[in-house]
């Protein structure tokens, strides 16, 4: 008898209910969040990689900045 009554109050309480609910739902969260940064990863690396070399490229280098000199940085110099 008292096995019965301890089953059934155990299957009516709900206290636990609302924080599996709330594990649940940040698994979620988390899993999603490690799978976009999974898949942007490669594209963003990838996109890196052509920005340092476009502009490491001699079309841009020395333009407008005065490498030699005193180093004020001012960019009036001719570059050369």
């Known amino acids: ?27 979620a969260i988390v899993g999603l969040g490690i799978a976009v940064i999974t898949s942007v990863s490669t594209g963003v690396s990838g996109l890196g990689d052509k920005i340092s070399t ?12 005065t490498t030699t000199g005193t ?4 960019g009036t110099g001719s570059g050369t």
């Open 1 to 27: 008898m008292k096995l019965f009554k301890f089953a059934k109050n155990f299957a009516r309480d709900e206290d636990g209910a609302v924080t599996v609910d709330w594990v649940v739902l940040t698994a």
């Open 54 to 65: 476009e502009i490491n490229t001699d079309a841009y280098i020395g333009k407008g900045v």
């Open 71 to 74: 180093g004020t940085g001012t």
